[in-house]
């Protein structure tokens, strides 16, 4: 059995291809055309599919999913034994819930931190025992350069190799935005593991995003390494969840 699986993010939009719940092939695009689906359909024979996406504007997708494969329209009502306790539900992201599902089911039975890094860093905790009550949303590596730069006079957009390792000292301007932004991210993030070790024992760490490789790279020599798990297709796994359950 073939599933098709679509992300579309602030930035990227994403698309898997699973057997069973191996992933086979997977695509990122700066905009998903209906060519694009069509090919996957045809070339992989998929029979099921769903989509997770930042808007609403997906009427056309879900149409010509609906004509070609059993779609199952993705929401947060689709909670696979989680108990949501988000107060604003409707407003909640389907990639973060997209998230939840994909760490209750790969991780049961574990005190699991989201850590998504992309477009915005988010953070959320699934429980032991599979409650969710929400996270935290705060702005991600590239909206904070941009940031310094629209808000100041003088400070420059700064752009930045995501193939780095070293963060340079803040020796010049350049360098000083840098080291701001990158060093000051890491330091948030190690911030949010240490409030979640207080709050959940034997937590797990998985980290996703666009930004995550980098991140994680700066992460292997924290306290903190032997918990955090590097997991790039999470989103895509949870919502291929949601067609397995």
Not at 27 to 48: A, F, G, V
Not at 91 to 101: E, N, Q, S, Y
Not at 124 to 151: C, P, Q, W
Request: net charge negative; proline share 1%; with cysteine.
């Amino acid at each position: 059995m073939h599933n098709l699986v679509v992300d579309i993010g602030n930035t990227y939009s994403k698309l898997a291809v699973f057997e069973e719940k191996e992933l086979i092939y997977f695509e990122q695009l700066e905009q998903i055309e209906e060519s694009n689906l069509l090919k996957l359909i045809t070339e992989y024979q998929i029979e099921n599919s769903t989509v997770s996406s930042v808007n609403n504007q997906i009427e056309n997708l879900e149409v010509l999913l609906k004509r070609h494969t059993h779609y199952i329209r993705f929401s947060t009502h689709i909670t696979g034994g989680i108990k949501n306790h988000y107060e604003s539900p409707k407003t909640l992201g389907l990639d973060r819930w997209a998230k939840v599902i994909a760490a209750h089911f790969l991780y049961k039975g574990t005190n699991s931190l989201m850590i998504d890094a992309g477009t915005c860093i988010t953070y959320d905790v699934l429980t032991a025992n599979a409650e969710y009550f929400g996270g935290s949303i705060s702005l991600g590596l590239n909206m904070r350069f941009k940031a310094l730069n629209h808000y100041t006079g003088r400070l420059p957009l700064i752009a930045w190799d995501k193939e780095q390792e070293l963060i340079a000292e803040g020796s010049n301007t350049e360098n000083a935005i840098k080291r701001g932004v990158l060093q000051g991210a890491i330091n948030e993030i190690e911030g949010f593991i240490a409030l979640e070790n207080k709050r959940n024992k034997n937590l797990k760490v998985i980290l996703t995003g666009g930004d995550s490789l980098f991140l994680n790279k700066q992460l292997k020599n924290s306290i903190f390494a032997a918990q955090i798990t590097h997991e790039p297709y999470l989103v895509l796994k949870g919502l291929n969840e949601v067609i397995t359950i």
